[in-house]
Structures are given as structure tokens and as C-alpha cells.
């Protein structure tokens, strides 16, 4: 069993998910695994097509779940995208939730920002109240083997169908009592709005060179 296995979201084609995925690899001693979604095909990155084709961007979340199936066991996973660039050894950037059920780069309740538009999406039928949270972004959210395998048990009933991505992975893990810690990492910045790399680090979302 591998200590840390890292699922890395392709959504394009592109020198930029080549390039991020080159420099992810000399700077983890984990597994990486590429899945890519939609009808993306990455050849160079030997990324066949997606493992489940009817997902889409905001069902990465499920896309996690399925690699996590697939794969061989290992101690912990994260996820990251294509326009993450991890340029200083990623286990050090993640030591403050290594031993964490679940780390989050965000935690987003209803109560404290009810405008947040994620909410207002594919949520028909779920009892949504002040209690919900969801994380933001996805892109860099770590799980135990324990917490993932509890929470894609708890996704798959019917009543989270509708969810955006990064809420149905919230309340799954409050249904069966997880409780993310905050990710802190040393160098670099994760967010949902782009950001400049300055130095060694952890950077996203990242679209350029």
C-alpha cells in the first residue's frame, strides 16, 4: 500500500496539464494518477479518456470516487487538477493534514455565505439548511483511505444526485461525521480565482506557463 496517492484531474489537452503534471511527478513521492474528464485525450500524457464519460466538470468530485475504486490501496489521496503547479516536495506542503481524516483548502457554510452560486445549482430535492458546507475549491482536497471509502459509500444515494461537486463531498463527509481540517501549506496559494506563482510552492489555479 502506497502512502500517498494523487488524482490529477485533466480537463485539457494542453502544455499547461503537461508541463503541471511534469513537475507534480519530481516533486512527490507519491503515485500520480491522471483521469481525465468528458471527451478529453491526452496521448503524450498516456491518458486514454475519461474513466466514466458521463461526468463532467462539476462531477469531479465522483470522478475521485471512481479512480478510487480503480486504483491500488494507499494510505491517503488528494486531488488536483490540470492548473495546479506543485513545484516544492508536495508532502511537505500537506504535513499539517497527513494524518488528518480529511483536509480542505475551504470550508463554505450556508449560513455564512448564502450567495455562493454553487449552491443555487442541481440542489432540487436535497434539504439544504444552515448547517451545509461545502469546500472550495476541490481542487486540493486531501482524504484518508478510511474518510474517502465513508464518503463515496454516503454519495451514492439518490438524494445527492443533484449536488454540485464540492458540496455533495461536503455533506457526505458531515453525514458520516467527518470534519475537514483547514490546509495550511508553507509555500504557495490555493484558490478559486487564478493566481501568480512567485516561487517554490503549491499554486492554483495556474492556466499559463
Known amino acids: 500500500m502506497t502512502d500517498l496517492t494523487v488524482i490529477f484531474g485533466v480537463h485539457q489537452d494542453c502544455p499547461v496539464t503537461e508541463f503541471h503534471l511534469q513537475e507534480l511527478r519530481r516533486n512527490t513521492l507519491g503515485a ?49 487538477e490540470y492548473d495546479t503547479l506543485c513545484n516544492f516536495p508536495l ?52 482524504f484518508s483511505r478510511d474518510a474517502l471509502a465513508a464518503i463515496s459509500d454516503e454519495q451514492s444515494k ?12 461536503g455533506e457526505a463527509a458531515r453525514s458520516v461525521g467527518i470534519v475537514p481540517k483547514l490546509i495550511k501549506v508553507s509555500r504557495g496559494k490555493m484558490d478559486h480565482f487564478p493566481v501568480h506563482p512567485d516561487g517554490p510552492g503549491i499554486w492554483h489555479p495556474v492556466k499559463t506557463i
Open 91 to 142: 508532502e511537505q506542503l500537506y504535513e499539517t493534514v497527513w494524518d488528518s481524516e480529511m483536509g480542505a483548502v475551504e470550508i463554505v457554510t450556508l449560513k455564512a455565505e448564502p450567495d455562493w452560486w454553487f449552491w443555487l445549482l442541481k440542489r432540487d430535492g436535497f434539504p439544504v439548511n444552515d448547517s451545509t458546507w461545502g469546500v472550495r475549491p476541490m481542487c486540493g482536497t486531501f
Open 32 to 80: 500520480v494518477f491522471p483521469v481525465a474528464f468528458e471527451s478529453c485525450v491526452c496521448a503524450a500524457l498516456k491518458v486514454p479518456g475519461p474513466l466514466d464519460p458521463s461526468l463532467r466538470w462539476w462531477h469531479c468530485d465522483r470522478m475521485i470516487y471512481r479512480a478510487f475504486e480503480a486504483l491500488p490501496k494507499s494510505k491517503r489521496y488528494l486531488y488536483l
Open 158 to 169: 439518490p438524494s445527492y444526485e443533484k449536488l454540485f461537486c464540492e458540496i455533495r463531498v
